[in-house]
């Protein structure tokens, strides 16, 4: 096999800005409107070249080792455009994982994409950018913004990415309860609710924020409080990203997102400081490095 012995990868989180869910696909999918931004926050996945079985270690033990890892499904979609066969091996992927599950943060999604950017640089594939993005798309809806990074504006599943001027650089106050939301529910929540108010298919209302946030808070009250102590802390925006459980504020300086982090800290949750990531540092960080 000609493979370099080892390299690693950075994988960022991201924040959706905003959330619009416009109504039900034909395939069931949800039809969005989003503008995903990424932070700084990050896993980082090591790949090496070891003979034997496919393998997922990660220091997180909520972190699944086996097929339902969105890793293995990138590993498994890119080693058949590779012409590699159906099933990957003699690859041995570590986790060092940072970015919470099931927080509306893309830590999954993310981890499939710099999957696929290793996978490509380690078993030498150069792959097309237009492939790769394909390949993403059927990974996972979210998957390919992580190829890009910086902030943009996701339509359709959120697979449509249209880049966007980078937003203005902010410091940024995670606030994450110590339960998460499942996706399925969440948008199950949101139908439920738009069928009992007679809102047709594709006529929700369109304003800014996130639309998923009210019906989440009515299942997890924590997550309103969490926003409305963001805003009183001086944050120029702050809401649920994704479906959650995360909430996220921004801020202008370090100093006020600190202040807005130690005002937040409670046993019960876990408070991080991040910042933004335009799409320049985004593409010089998520570089392949050896390891």
């Not at 890892?69 to 058949?80: G, S, V």
């Not at 927080?103 to 993310?110: E, M, V």
């Not at 981890?111 to 993403?136: P, Y």
């Not at 009515?218 to 969490?226: K, V």
């Given at each position: ?113 710099a999957t696929l950017v290793a996978l ?157 990531l335009d799409r320049a540092r985004y ?9």
């Amino acid at each position: 096999m000609s493979v370099r012995r080892g390299i690693r990868v950075r994988a960022f989180a991201k924040i959706n800005l905003t959330l619009r869910v416009l109504g039900v696909r034909t395939d069931r999918y949800h039809e969005l409107r989003t503008t995903f931004q990424s932070i700084a926050l990050h896993d980082t996945l090591t790949f090496t070249a070891v003979p034997g079985p496919f393998r997922i270690e990660c220091d997180d033990p909520a972190c699944p080792s086996d097929r339902t890892n969105l890793i293995w499904h990138a590993a498994e979609r890119m080693c058949r455009a590779a012409s590699r066969g159906g099933v990957p091996r003699d690859v041995v992927v570590r986790v060092a994982k940072r970015i919470p599950a099931r927080a509306g943060l893309g830590g999954g999604s993310s981890d499939a994409a710099a999957t696929l950017v290793a996978l490509d640089a380690l078993w030498r594939v150069r792959m097309s950018r237009e492939k790769m993005r394909s390949i993403a798309s059927e990974v996972g809806a979210d998957v390919p913004f992580f190829l890009e990074g910086g902030t943009a504006l996701g339509l359709e599943r959120g697979d449509l990415l249209f880049p966007l001027l980078d937003a203005p650089a902010s410091w940024v106050v995670l606030a994450i309860p110590d339960f998460g939301v499942s996706t399925s529910e969440a948008y199950g929540w949101l139908d439920r609710d738009r069928k009992a108010a007679g809102l047709r298919r594709g006529r929700a209302e369109v304003s800014g924020g996130n639309d998923l946030q009210a019906v989440v808070s009515r299942h997890h009250p924590e997550i309103g409080r969490l926003v409305s102590a963001l805003r009183r802390r001086g944050a120029s925006h702050a809401a649920l990203s994704g479906t959650g459980s995360a909430v996220f504020g921004l801020f202008v300086s370090r100093a006020a997102a600190a202040s807005a982090a130690r005002a937040l800290a409670s046993r019960t949750r876990r408070i991080l400081v991040t910042r933004t990531l335009d799409r320049a540092r985004y593409a010089r960080l998520a570089r392949v490095e050896s390891d």
